[in-house]
């Protein structure tokens, strides 16, 4: 066997050797491999959650319907690192959502935040909300309890809206209301 050969057969298993092991890796070496697993892995799903979930699709077809956007699911999703406060994001300045990958236990909770987000983009898209706007935010999540959450340092501020807001946005489950049978198997 020629000796060149040789040698990158061997580069080659011994590469393929650390990457399972992560012999011979230093630690940034092995985060790097893992960051690359973990982004292949959930893109993998998301893309699964896009052809087959009933809620991702139902979403998505709703945006269409009735704000006349047609989302793109491979242009306007993104499997990206995230800190460990997150598990996903709407950016309504892109026009994106993002899946922190290596943050979700399992596809169903993956497909629980990226139908939350879905939801954020048809807010947006279809009563013009701004992330920026504290009533906004306050419909557009759905939960009080994110008050917590909020980069505001006025609690009295935020309880005061979430208040005045609530009883209006709480009764407003669309376009969940009318899809909730057939997702939920009924």
């Not at 945006?63 to 800190?83: F, M, N, W, Y």
């Not at 935040?113 to 983009?121: A, G, S």
């Amino acid at each position: 066997m020629d000796s060149g050969v040789f040698e990158r057969w061997q580069r080659a298993w011994q590469r393929a050797f650390a990457d399972v092991t992560g012999v011979g890796l230093t630690a940034e070496q092995k985060a790097d491999r893992l960051a690359v697993h973990q982004k292949r892995f959930f893109e993998k799903w998301k893309n699964e959650l896009i052809s087959y979930s009933p809620a991702v699709t139902f979403m998505l077809d709703r945006i269409k319907k009735e704000t006349g956007v047609a989302v793109s699911p491979q242009d306007h999703t993104r499997c990206l690192p995230c800190d460990l406060t997150r598990s996903g994001g709407y950016a309504p300045a892109l026009g994106t959502v993002r899946l922190c990958y290596g943050h979700f236990w399992s596809k169903k909770q993956m497909e629980h935040t990226f139908t939350h987000e879905l939801v954020h983009i048809y807010d947006h898209c279809k009563f013009d909300t701004y992330c920026t706007n504290l009533r906004h935010r306050v419909c557009t999540e759905g939960n009080p309890l994110f008050q917590a959450n909020l980069a505001s340092s006025d609690k009295d501020a935020v309880e005061r809206v979430v208040n005045e807001v609530w009883e209006s946005c709480f009764n407003d489950t669309r376009p969940i209301d009318e899809a909730s049978p057939a997702l939920n198997g009924e």
